[in-house]
């Protein structure tokens, strides 16, 4: 059955630009698929716990909406009916956002994100909010008082979804939404993406606005799509990109549209392997999906040539001292206030930022710049820098040590102000997914989405479905 025949009883599993082409086509209502999903969360949310809240009432009352206007000529844009879930860092106003915390449970937006906007002035249906670490401050994607998805490509055991954005992860894996958004300070949306099967796009700083997004690091923060498969986070990371007048940061930066380059595939292409000795600390299965992949890549035409890097990706502990100490500027007075209750992992992470100096801050700033300077002196004539997402599968709740941090891979892109899409490499023999990682410099969006399409469409990896909810 191709994926247009099965529609009529499998709407949750069609991807969303199926989902969106049919729905313009007007072959499909949104009436239809907000409600395919929603009974999805009514029959596999007890279990999975990946939303903080379900707008389901509103959600069909917009599906309605939509419906009508589509039928009648209105369609607002390409994506017009199509759902999407919002992790709960993500302001709409007059709805509560929690940050994960479960001290504002009751905290009610006065804002809408700018992101929030354009997905809704596209005509997209919020699902409801998903589960984050708090405050976003975790790779493991645990919380402690608001509650841990479960990730579920096990139905037995409690495994890490990854974090922070482990609620989006997990809506998505279990098709409870075609695509979420997630935020990215030191891998949250690459982390959740590598353990739930997905595809996830972390943004260049300044690519698409933060604004009425709670922040833990300004510096480092970004928001980002997660979607099943390239042509879907290549759809959302269009809505979502964009110069903003509410954020400085994105001023100057004009939006680049990735589709027009997405299929041409990688021949021709030079592809960074990373360093033999980074390979140490990974696990056999991880390695082996790795080389897969670049195999298949040479086979594809890309060059694949081996970059000597200046640093070690160990060595990006350093970027701590700027999340550290912007995090503590953020949530540091409720973390000193022993009356707010508060995740005891995140609460300590959080106060270590009152131990950075004014020095320790600015000086990080300034090695920032330089290894900017040596990365992409590194990076000459290289389109990207391949590694794992992850040195491991997602591993058992019960064996997550909480002090050492699964963003090996992932956290030097933010530092380095670089832009990086993870998406599904393999399985490990107990059927968990493995995940590469795909670097470009800033603002390459577009090149590594071109990458990632054509490993896609070589590979079937993204199209699998976690059996506990097949």
Not at 87 to 93: G, S, V, W
Not at 108 to 135: C, D
Not at 154 to 172: L, Q
Not at 196 to 213: F, N, V
Request: glycine letters at 10%; a neutral charge.
């Amino acid at each position: 059955m191709n994926d247009v025949s099965r529609h009529l009883t499998d709407l949750a599993f069609l991807p969303a630009h199926v989902l969106a082409r049919e729905i313009a086509a007007k072959r499909l209502s949104p009436v239809d698929v907000v409600d395919a999903f929603l009974k999805r969360i009514d029959r596999f949310e007890p279990k999975l716990q990946s939303f903080v809240a379900v707008y389901g009432m509103d959600a069909r009352l917009a599906a309605e909406g939509a419906d009508k206007a589509i039928r009648s000529g209105h369609a607002v844009g390409p994506l017009h009916g199509v759902p999407v879930a919002l992790k709960d860092l993500i302001e709409l106003e007059g709805r509560i956002t929690t940050g994960g915390s479960a001290n504002w449970r009751t905290r009610r937006s006065t804002v809408t994100a700018t992101i929030a906007r354009r997905m809704i002035a596209q005509g997209m249906i919020v699902l409801g909010k998903t589960h984050t670490v708090e405050f976003a401050f975790g790779g493991w994607g645990t919380n402690q008082h608001m509650g841990t998805p479960w990730n579920p490509w096990d139905p037995e055991h409690a495994r890490t979804p990854g974090g922070s954005s482990n609620g989006s992860g997990v809506a998505v894996a279990a098709r409870l939404a075609p695509w979420a958004i997630g935020t990215d300070t030191g891998g949250s949306v690459r982390l959740p993406a590598a353990f739930c099967g997905l595809t996830g796009l972390k943004l260049t700083i300044g690519r698409a606005s933060t604004y009425g997004i709670l922040p833990l690091s300004t510096s480092l923060d970004t928001p980002g799509p997660m979607a099943r498969d390239v042509e879907d986070v290549a759809l959302l990371y269009n809505v979502l990109q964009g110069p903003d007048p509410l954020d400085p940061n994105t001023r100057g930066i004009l939006p680049v549209d990735p589709l027009p380059t997405l299929k041409r595939g990688v021949r021709g292409l030079r592809l960074g392997r990373m360093p033999a000795s980074e390979r140490a600390g990974c696990a056999e299965e991880v390695l082996a999906a790795y080389d897969r992949s670049l195999e298949t890549l040479a086979g594809l035409g890309a060059e694949i040539v081996d970059v000597v890097l200046p640093f070690t990706f160990s060595d990006f502990t350093r970027a701590q001292a700027i999340l550290e100490a912007e995090a503590y500027f953020n949530d540091g007075a409720m973390a000193d206030d022993a009356g707010v209750v508060m995740d005891d992992v995140v609460r300590a992470r959080v106060l270590v930022g009152a131990r950075v100096s004014a020095q320790d801050y600015l000086a990080t700033k300034r090695q920032q710049v330089e290894c900017k300077a040596l990365m992409a002196a590194a990076m000459a004539g290289v389109d990207a820098l391949l590694t794992p997402s992850t040195a491991m599968a997602a591993i058992r709740l019960d064996e997550v040590d909480q002090d050492l941090m699964p963003s090996r891979f992932t956290r030097f892109g933010n530092f380095m102000e670089m832009c990086a899409l993870s998406l599904p490499n393999g399985f490990t023999t107990g059927g968990l997914p493995l995940s590469l990682q795909i670097c470009c410099a800033g603002y390459e969006e577009a090149m590594a989405l071109r990458i990632g399409y054509a490993l896609q469409q070589a590979t079937d990896y993204h199209k699998r479905v976690p059996a506990m909810v097949a």
